[in-house]
């Protein structure tokens, strides 16, 4: 996430530590490179002004200068601040109105509105236990309300049934009264968008809103765009009014202009970030853990979290026992496999892990990357159930064959078989050393 960003920061950073003693020329130098890197990110202008001006205001001081690490105490001002730009304590999609909370998602078209209103949907009944009932007001691009009722079965959430011809505020009349007399909890209307902002677009826009009279209207913009995303949603806000923001794309190689510019051009917070393509791909957006991650400084407790939502308590336990017996096979290693996926990949993993920025290189060379997991899926799956079982049966032919089926190469399979065999030696170590040997070690 915002790596590129991340990393200039860094390198400022690294040297200021360094120092040991700093003048308010050594601030002021730091200080002139984090402006050149925030405008490199795309942050708009107004924007990393501010942050400078409030940083400055505070690292310059006295007790910053002569306490004991002063390059540390800038590194928190600038997270503070950081925190500060991006929206400071965070906040949540209210659902604290009368049932049907109603919600309208706008956005220009592309930015990941239909997607994010189905992840959405599927966030809250599956977080809130919400009974959500979703439907699609876009007439005009063919199969976009298709598009959201196929979403909508991915995600177990109701879509209001579609009828042809019908107009954007029949639609939305025709699902409020579904949703309160069925007793849904949530109705979410996804609106049309358009490559630019029209009259047109913002005339229908009011009307629904008029309408409906939305308690969120969020608006999806696409990371990727900069701080063009956030000029836009300030449009929308002057025009529709909107109660959050929706960032998409943070997975990419977004380099974080939009999400450090919106709040403080629109006065809007962003409530969500959309991850990935997949449906359960978004997340809470908490200024804090993601300034964190910006400053390599980690975020463990998301990782926490998604290792809570992911990690079947039970399973683990008969892993465990498996591997205390010597019993762990390729079946329990596709397992995991899969478990560091839906936990958002090597990727999304590292990027919580606090310093790993400074060992991107060598996890690169080590050929440690995002599609590794899947590659060795493949391999795994290419085998047969005696070979998962007792991987010593695989001798140079079938490791070709195996190489062949899954669209690897025999390396890949080595690679995959030494990992298994190294994990092997590990637990039987750890198993000769019993639980005396572990305290002896001071592992218990
Ligand atoms: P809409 O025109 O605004 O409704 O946009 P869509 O919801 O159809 O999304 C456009 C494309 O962006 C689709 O291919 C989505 O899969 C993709 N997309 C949406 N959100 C994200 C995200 O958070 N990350 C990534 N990588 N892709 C996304």
Known sequence: MFSSLGNRLGDIFDRLRKRGALTEADVETALREVRV???????????VKDFITHVKERAIGQEVLKS???????????????????????????LLATPPVTMMI??????GKTTSTAKIARLLSTKKRKKVLMASVDVYR??????????????HVDTLPIIDHEKPLEIVKRGYEKARLEGYDVFMVDTAGRLHIDDALM???VQLRNVLKPTETLFVADAMTGQDAANVAKTFHERVGLTGVVLTRVDGDARGGAALSVRHITG???????????????????????????LDMGDVLTLVEKAAETIDREEAEKL???????????NDLANQLRQVTKMGGLGGLMGMLPGINKYKNQIQQAGIDEKMISRQLAVINSMTQVERKNPKV????????IATGSGTTVTDVNRLLKQFQDMQDMMKRMNKLGEKGLKRQGLR
């Not at 063919?142 to 995600?155: D, N, S, T, V």
């Open 142 to 155: 063919p199969a976009a309300r298709e598009q959201l009722k196929i979403l909508g079965q991915e995600a």
């Open 203 to 205: 005339e229908e826009l």
């Open 394 to 401: 695989l001798n140079g032919s079938r490791r070709k064959r």
């Open 37 to 47: 890197a925030l405008l490199e990110a795309d942050v708009a202008l107004p924007v």
């Open 68 to 94: 004991i690490t002063p390059g540390q105490m800038v590194v928190k001002i600038v997270y503070d601040q950081m925190v500060a730009t991006l929206g400071g304590e965070g906040a949540e999609i209210n």
């Open 320 to 330: 465990a026992q498996k591997m205390g017996k010597g019993q762990f096979d390729m």
């Open 268 to 294: 809007c917070p962003v409530k969500l970030m959309g991850m990935g393509e997949r449906i359960e791909q978004i997340e809470e957006f908490h200024p804090d853990r993601i300034a964190s991650r910006i």
């Open 106 to 111: 706008v956005g220009l078209q592309g930015s």
